[in-house]
């Protein structure tokens, strides 16, 4: 599997980005995908996710309210609305897929097995 996310940019506090992550390869079906983010020198950290076939959608509690996942079955494509957009949001954003995620073990990048090229989210207050 290839992920491809894109969207990343500059922006003002309060604004809003939508990041996507496109895959190729093979099909999501019976895949769970998340989404991480992570600034120079921190761990990467979990910002939500989606279970490919249930549609079940996960978020950290940061970004609940803020953030919405939405998926593209035809397109393959995981999107991240990002509104309200705050100078702590800045970070390169990834996103990851694996096929043997339980529910309890999404928030660990470690059971992902495959990442996208992050994207850089740079918000200004």
């Known amino acids: 599997v290839q992920l491809q996310a894109s969207g990343g940019g500059l922006v003002q506090a309060g604004d809003s980005l939508r990041l996507s992550c496109a895959a190729s390869g093979r099909t999501l079906s019976g895949y769970t995908m998340g989404w991480f983010r992570q600034v120079e020198g921190k761990e990467r950290e979990y910002v939500g996710g989606?279970?490919?076939?249930?549609?079940?959608?996960y978020y950290a509690d940061s970004v609940k309210g803020r953030f919405t996942i939405s998926k593209d079955n035809t397109k393959n494509t995981v999107y991240l609305q990002m509104n309200s957009l705050k100078p702590e949001d800045t970070a390169v954003y990834y996103c990851?897929?694996?096929?043997?995620?339980?529910?309890?073990?999404?928030?660990?990048?470690?059971?992902?097995?495959?990442w996208g090229r992050g994207t850089l989210v740079t918000v200004s207050s």
């Open positions: 989606i279970r490919w076939n249930s549609s079940t959608i």
């Open positions: 990851g897929v694996g096929n043997r995620i339980i529910a309890g073990q999404v928030l660990a990048p470690s059971v992902y097995d495959y």
